[in-house]
């Protein structure tokens, strides 16, 4: 598993395609109306809680617009926030700072959203079990997305097919699910088998492979093939997972639980900049 970290690199690629997509072809014709150059301080306040992500993306955005903008972070990046919390404090032209008010506030309420869902889930299971991110990210937000996971305490799965072998129900309906993992250990990578039930399981356990993922498992034939894997297999759980079972799940004993939802259903952390 890779925990991602964003380089300056991506920082200031991922927000210029941001204005690019915010300002062409004419700018912020709206903006323009104001035909004044006044200098004013402005903040960003939390209308909810959460855990706050993001603030060096926004803060680039703005030096993207105007050097001469002054974005002074008063909340810790990774860290928990409640509502009327001030996350920073933004003083500059305010055309400018208007023009990058919203890709701003969308890279803090994305990334927060992100990082809040995830540490809701590593609250509940307590530090035994891992909570993992998938693949299941926005097309070309990858990086981001994952990064956020990372900030809410969760960890991250394969970044992306190349990383391990991830043998799932689909390889396994095409194929000899044996002979998968034989031609897998050809190679020096990470292998995992994803198993729906229990005479999957039975039939492979003579081979040596890395890890089992138990998908769309209850309970009870969840507690029985980790009894049958023992020490022999690192464990993962996944498939119908939400914040009212996952206590439950973890406390199977399982080491690892993926859920595609901390991605691919994000509630944004509600944020607004005021003057």
Do not use: W
């Not at 700018?27 to 060096?56: C, E, F, H, Y």
């Amino acid at each position: 598993m890779t925990q991602v970290k964003l380089s300056k690199k991506y920082i200031l690629k991922v927000c210029k395609d941001a204005l690019r997509e915010d300002l062409f072809p004419n700018g912020d014709i709206t903006s323009k109306l104001l035909k004044n150059n006044k200098i004013l301080k402005v903040k960003i306040i939390s209308n909810s809680t959460g855990i706050i992500g993001g603030l060096d993306l926004a803060k680039q955005t703005f030096k993207l617009i105007d050097k001469k903008i002054s974005f002074k972070i008063k909340k810790r990046e990774g860290s928990k926030i409640k509502k009327r919390d001030l996350i920073a404090v933004i003083e500059g032209n305010i055309k400018n700072i208007l023009i990058g008010e919203r890709v701003a506030l969308n890279f803090l309420s994305h990334v927060s959203g992100i990082a809040t869902k995830t540490n809701n889930f590593v609250q509940k299971v307590g530090k035994k079990t891992k909570i993992c991110c998938t693949r299941k990210t926005i097309p070309g937000l990858r990086v981001l997305q994952k990064y956020s996971v990372s900030l809410g305490g969760g960890l991250n799965h394969r970044f992306n097919l190349s990383d391990e072998y991830l043998i799932k129900d689909n390889h396994i309906a095409s194929s000899n699910l044996r002979k998968l993992i034989t031609s897998a250990k050809k190679n020096r990578k990470r292998i995992t088998v994803e198993i729906d039930n229990l005479n999957q399981l039975k039939k492979i356990m003579d081979l040596k492979f890395d890890a089992i993922l138990f998908d769309n498992m209850n309970i009870k034939n969840l507690k029985k093939g980790l009894k049958l894997v023992g020490k022999k297999y690192q464990t993962e759980a996944s498939g119908n997972i939400n914040i009212f079972n996952i206590k439950k799940i973890a406390s199977t004993g399982v080491r690892r639980i993926s859920i595609g939802e901390l991605t691919h259903s994000v509630t944004a952390v509600d944020l607004s900049l005021e003057i």
